[in-house]
């Protein structure tokens, strides 16, 4: 059965939805932005990136979110800094409910590291390599706590690539089990 994977989960009811994206991988978000809008969602995108250049469609974000924040480390678009810099802030400042976001391993795990804080949900779609994209590889592993608190190698092609930003073990990623 195509397509492979899992995708967004969408609240049952309108809620503010912040969407955050590191470069390139913010090419997903663009989408749910849609999709929560028309179910009555008040959408926060915060874009992240190295510099102006690689910051991903930013007319389209603009488009897409109730309010865009933009974030550079160079200063040359938004404002300087990591996209996480002030994000709890902006959980807060818009009573957040759910975290989405897409982009680098260390951004996944920081806005992970947030969101249990802030304690609300985070599905983060993870920008493993997937060298087959059918589950055969076992390149794309990523180690994720079960219901039962069990640490088990979940492929990002097939049961991800969204996950659950508090089950995946980012300090285990990359390394053996």
């Known amino acids: 059965v195509l397509p492979l994977g899992t995708s967004f989960g969408i609240p049952t ?104 804080a802030a304690d609300i949900a985070h599905q983060c779609a993870v920008e493993e390599s997937m060298a087959c994209g059918v589950g055969i590889c076992m390149t794309c592993v990523m180690p994720v706590k079960d219901l039962n608190g069990e640490v088990k190698n979940l492929r990002s092609c097939i049961d991800g690539p969204v996950m659950d930003g508090e089950a995946v073990q980012w300090h285990l990623v990359g390394k053996q089990l």
């Open 13 to 116: 009811e309108p809620v503010s939805a912040l969407l955050v994206g590191g470069g390139y991988g913010s090419a997903p978000l663009f989408g749910l932005a849609e999709v929560l809008k028309n179910r009555g969602c008040r959408v926060i995108m915060a874009l992240g990136a190295s510099s102006a250049a690689k910051i991903y469609a930013p007319l389209e974000g603009k488009r897409a979110a109730t309010l865009l924040k933009i974030y550079t480390e160079d200063g040359s678009a938004g404002e300087t800094g990591r996209v996480t810099d002030n994000m709890a802030q902006l959980i807060q400042e818009h009573d957040v409910r759910v975290v989405y976001s897409c982009g680098p391993m260390p951004m996944l795990e920081a806005i992970s590291t947030i969101a249990v």
